[in-house]
């Protein structure tokens, strides 16, 4: 009968401890991975006005998922890709270049997409017929005939009325309503009665969409004037006074605040 040998155990190796080399290496390629997902997976944004409130607040910082919305790419069959759908709060440049020749980035909700027949009545959107149950959306206390019955009412020329679009918009007008053409897409915030969104300068292309934001990250009290000034003085009282209400005016409950 074969005896069976048993083996001596291996004598435990010591732990070699990380060199200072191998530890900065470590922490570069950490570096470089949140470089590599902020350059082309995700970005940061800060809303610097109130059109998107009670969705989005003014200082509201939000991480925008870049690759959802994007055109799909054969190299990354893996990834999930979808078009945009109604109801889509999305990123995207304005369509109409700023007064120094660069674009504007916005956040509104996708209310047209190519092919719906939209038109509003006393503030009502209609879409294809049926009004829609908008829960998030701010009513108006004023009157303002273009504003809340578009497109009946002709733009007067120009107002916040782009002088393109005054221009363009009886191009897009059956019936009463405002059909949205192929690409394209009617966009508007949910604070409508301050918000200039496509009843002021048209539709959005699909290749301006830049993303969708997810979730607020960071909220600080703010108003509309601290994003308004652009002096390297007003930037350092601005940083100044963020240091010292961080925790007072920091928004706590808004922290992984999801959008929708």
């Known amino acids: 009968m074969p005896q069976t040998v048993e083996r001596e155990a291996p004598a435990p190796t010591k732990k070699q401890d990380e060199t200072p080399l191998e530890a900065f290496a470590s922490i570069c390629g950490v570096i470089v991975l949140v470089l590599f997902a902020f350059a082309f997976i995700f970005q940061n944004f800060v809303i610097p006005s109130s059109s998107m409130e009670k969705t989005l607040l003014i200082g509201d910082h939000v991480l925008v998922d870049r690759i959802t919305l994007a055109p799909p790419s054969h190299w990354a069959p893996f990834v999930y890709y979808r078009d945009v759908h109604r109801g889509d709060i999305i990123v995207f440049y304005k369509p109409t270049l700023n007064a120094n020749g660069t674009h504007l980035y916005l ?15 006393d503030g009502n959107v209609y879409r294809n ?7 998030y959306a701010q009513v108006a206390t004023d009157s303002n005939s273009y504003r809340d019955d578009f497109p009946a009412v002709p733009p007067t020329p120009y107002g916040d009325v782009t002088a393109e679009w005054a221009l363009d918009l009886p191009n897009h007008i059956q019936n009463g309503n405002l059909v949205v053409p192929p690409g394209e897409y009617f966009v508007m915030g949910d604070n409508r009665p301050v918000s200039l969104d496509s009843r002021y300068w048209g539709f959005v292309p699909r290749a301006n969409v830049v993303g969708r934001p997810m979730f607020v ?11 308004g000034q652009t002096g390297l003085i007003a930037r350092v009282e601005s940083l100044g006074h963020v240091a010292l209400h961080f925790f007072t005016d920091t928004r706590w409950g808004r922290t992984l605040h999801l959008v929708k």
């Open 107 to 121: 956040v509104k909700r996708v209310i047209g997409i190519p092919g719906d027949r939209i038109h509003l009545i």
């Open 129 to 135: 017929g049926v009004a829609l149950t908008e829960p």
């Open 217 to 227: 990250y960071w909220s600080f009290k703010s108003d509309e004037a601290d994003y």
